[in-house]
């Protein structure tokens, strides 16, 4: 293992006392801006791709929980879904059950966006996890997880678990 140092060595003074919380944002900042490189070649704007999965896995939603589930703000989500309906990737319609809510669900023109993000997803870990082997990237996953659980303490402030964790 080498034991590179990070693009910044320089930590700001305010950020002296929290260093894993200062490479955390500047990780995660990064991680975004890539994520948003790759996906752009797709019509997508960064975080379209979670409102899509979620959509895909979990099939019609009302919109006001999609909007608790990508924890955004309802404006952003609207915002989020008049691209990807006018994209034809999701259509909107009212509630048969309560009229007064919003239906949100994928089209059959979104099929092939799935494929699509999924190989662009891989593409995004492959780029962010190359500098380390299997058994560091396992790690990395099982930190990170320790990490979110720490920071997740209130149920009402915590977003929806991953798939992969259910």
């Known amino acids: 293992m080498t034991d590179e140092p990070p693009c910044s060595e320089h930590l700001p003074e305010a950020a002296r006392c929290g260093p894993v919380s200062h490479a955390l944002s500047r990780v995660a900042r990064l991680h975004r801006i890539t994520a948003g490189k790759l996906l752009r070649g797709l019509g997508l704007y960064p975080g379209q791709e979670f409102l899509m999965m979620h959509l895909w896995d979990k099939g019609p939603v009302r919109q006001s ?4 589930a990508v924890d955004l703000d309802p404006s952003t989500v ?5 691209r990807l309906e006018q994209a034809g990737h999701v259509r909107r319609c009212p509630d048969p059950r309560d009229r007064r ?3 949100v669900e994928t089209t059959d023109a979104s099929c092939g966006l799935l494929g ?26 099982r930190l990170l997880a320790k990490v979110e659980a720490s920071l997740c303490t209130d149920p009402a402030s915590c977003p929806e678990a991953d798939p992969v964790d259910e």
């Open 65 to 68: 929980e999609l909007i608790k």
């Open 78 to 82: 609207t915002k989020m879904l008049q």
């Open 116 to 141: 699509d993000v999924q190989h662009k997803w891989g593409d995004l870990e492959d780029h962010t996890l190359r500098g380390l082997d299997e058994e560091e990237r396992t790690e990395l996953l």
């Open 101 to 103: 809510a919003v239906l």
